[in-house]
C-alpha cells in the first residue's frame, strides 16, 4: 500500500486477484455463469468448472475473464461494480 495524493490510500492487488469480486457485486446484466468459484479450475491438466446459484452475498467470486485474454480488462470492468 502507498498514500496517493491528498492523503487517498493506494491499494494494489496481488497477482491473480485483478479479477476477484464479492458475489453481491456481481453485475446483474450477466448470468452466474459469468463468473466463477475460486475452487473453480482454469488451467492444469484437469481443468473442472464449480457452480456458483445458491451462494451467500459474501462469497468471493472470479469473474470469468481470464478466459478471453484480448477483451479481458473491458471484460473485469463491466462485470462488477467494485473489485
Not at 493506494?10 to 446484466?29: E, G, N
Not at 482454469?42 to 477483451?71: C, K, M
Request: proline residues 4%; glycine residues 6%; positive net charge.
Amino acid at each position: 500500500m502507498a498514500q496517493g495524493p491528498a492523503g487517498e490510500l493506494v491499494i494494489l492487488k496481488l497477482h491473480r486477484s485483478v479479477d476477484w469480486c464479492l458475489l453481491q457485486h456481481r453485475s446483474p446484466r450477466y448470468q452466474l455463469d459469468e463468473f466463477a468459484d475460486l475452487r473453480e479450475r482454469l488451467f492444469g491438466s484437469r481443468a473442472y468448472t464449480v457452480g456458483l446459484t445458491g451462494q451467500p452475498d459474501d462469497l468471493l467470486i472470479r469473474l470469468r475473464a481470464l478466459e478471453h485474454w484480448n477483451d479481458a480488462w473491458r471484460r473485469v470492468k463491466s462485470r462488477a461494480s467494485e473489485l
